[in-house]
């Protein structure tokens, strides 16, 4: 590593007022778009790229890794505040930040949210500036088999996730993974339990206003009945911010979850086809399963907000090192990114690394700039996200639904997508109502196409052969540790109930 030139370059990213001015753009666009439901990070720096035309390579750069970052963190404010992940990412978020803001700590939540973001971010922008080529080389070694092993390990975190009951957990799982079949099979092109005509279920069910339905609708539905009922006050919920961060004993409690999921992001990030999405959910049931209190994850814990939110955040880092590395995105974002390089003339790849070194350099020190800005922004704006549950509930629900239709809107233009939100809401609101957790569901729609479409190419590789899996070291790591938090996971779960019904 040229130790000169990397301070020279980082010098010159931090002094550049075109670069600072532009990433805390993009750093402000991006939390904003990531607190609205269905408006991903992806299409933030989609809409974006055409603004940068006229811009400098680092300037661009700056400004679409602000988006980048901010919308990770973004997506943790409505997760938290209104039930609804603004961003995939942001999904296993809910499960710990949610029931904080109920009990009267939104301010408390968003600010650890922040924090972990920022610190996740932060590992991973420091893994990415000295062990990029050493981690691309092992994310290269992923091919179909490495892939459906580590979609297994991650739906070994069901068990995780699926609160007082097991069965039901799985039961939703299940029928995340039956959801998934639902369009045409990724490998032979077959059309799968589509009804004549019903053309926008062709490519599968159109996962964020699923998740909208499932998340933001459910609940205004949940909240509506809990109104009629006069169990729960139409009236405004109240939150003072004491501090824009975490107190010393927040972060004593939540540093080491913050540490191991920043170092969980980066890796899985760095995986090309994995994501954000995947790395919050396998951190959370990391942090679960060790934790000394098990029991009070679920509940609204700072430790289960940490560990989302620096896995998410931490894959921002990751992602880049293949893009970087080998001129392979690795995620939707970076893939946008790609795309970004190349109008400016840039081929990412190993050439990067010797004939724009100097570039290479700028781009880390770029993202460090863009979680500092997403950490000064975030800061600045805690005190007016929280103002948002201060709105009374008969004005705050109806707000809540109009969102959702219009995120679940967005994304394809498409009114089939708003009715299907509304479908999966009264399912959702239903799941609930018989204590079915909605995250398994999640979970599976998530990682369901991916082991399915690595297992068919596995398959046709192999000729048939599943047995050649177990020939692959990675492969036999990721099915122990999977059959390890399965059994793990079950104890621990086990072990939750008893003292909860003791």
């Known amino acids: 590593m040229d130790w000169s030139l990397l301070l020279s370059c980082y010098g010159d990213v931090f002094t550049n007022l075109q670069v600072v001015g532009m990433t805390f753009l993009g750093a402000l666009g991006g939390i904003l778009l990531g607190a609205i439901p269905g408006m991903t990070a992806t299409m933030g720096i989609a809409l974006l790229i055409p603004f940068s035309f006229g811009m400098d390579l680092i300037p661009s ?11 990770m963190y973004g997506g943790s404010i409505s997760a938290i505040l209104i039930h609804t992940p603004g961003t995939p990412a942001a999904a296993a978020t809910i499960l710990d930040g949610y029931p904080m803001a109920q009990n009267g700590e939104a301010g408390r939540a968003l600010s650890i949210a922040m924090f972990a973001s920022f610190c996740g971010g932060m590992i991973g922008a420091v893994m990415m500036t000295f062990l990029s080529p050493l981690i691309a080389s092992a994310a290269l070694a992923f091919g179909p088999g490495e892939m459906f092993t580590l979609a297994v390990f991650g739906l070994s975190v069901i068990i995780a996730i699926s609160g007082k009951s097991i069965a039901k957990g799985l039961i939703s799982a299940f029928f995340g993974l039956l959801l998934c079949t639902i369009g045409y099979d990724p490998t032979c092109g077959y059309l799968r339990f589509v009804p004549r005509g ?4 062709y490519e599968g069910l159109p996962f964020i206003p699923t998740l909208i339905g499932l998340f933001a609708i459910a609940e205004v539905l949940a909240s509506i009945e809990r109104m009629l009922n006069k169990e729960q006050s139409s009236q405004k919920i109240t939150t ?25 992001g980066t890796f899985v990030g760095a995986i090309p086809g994995a ?12 942090a679960k399963s060790t934790s000394k209190y098990p029991e009070k994850f679920g509940t609204g814990i700072p430790d289960g907000i940490a560990a989302t939110e620096s896995a998410n955040n931490g894959c921002s880092g990751g992602a880049m090192i293949p893009l970087l590395s080998l001129g392979v995105p690795g995620d939707s974002v970076t893939a946008v990114l790609l795309g970004a390089f190349i109008m400016k003339g840039i081929t990412p790849g190993p050439m990067m690394y010797v004939n724009e070194l100097n570039t290479v ?9 863009a979680n500092l800005a997403m950490l000064i922004i975030g800061m600045l704006g805690v005190r007016g996200f929280t103002k948002i549950i201060s709105i009374e509930k008969k004005l705050l629900i109806p707000g809540i639904l109009i969102v959702s239709m219009v995120g679940a809107y967005s994304i394809n233009q498409s009114i089939f997508d708003v009715g299907l939100a509304l479908v999966f809401g009264i399912v959702g609101y239903i799941m609930q109502k018989y204590e079915f957790p909605l995250s398994p569901i999640l979970l599976a729609l998530i990682l369901g196409p991916l082991s399915e479409q690595n297992f068919c190419r596995f398959m046709l590789i192999e000729n048939g052969n599943f047995m050649n899996i177990f020939s692959r070291p990675i492969c036999d790591v990721l099915f122990v540790l999977a059959i390890g938090s399965l ?10 109930n008893k003292k909860q019904e003791g």
């Open 61 to 71: 750069v700056g400004l679409l890794l602000g988006v980048y970052c901010g919308g």
């Open 198 to 201: 019903v053309y926008g279920l």
């Open 240 to 264: 003072k911010i004491k501090n824009v961060l975490p107190t010393r004993k927040d972060i004593k409690i939540i540093w080491k979850n913050i540490l191991a999921g920043g170092l969980i």
């Open 275 to 286: 994501g954000g999405d995947i790395s919050a959910f396998v951190s959370y049931g990391v």
């Open 361 to 369: 350099y700028s781009v880390f020190a770029a993202l460090l700039l």
């Open 487 to 496: 059994i793990f996971s079950l104890i621990n779960q086990r072990r939750i």
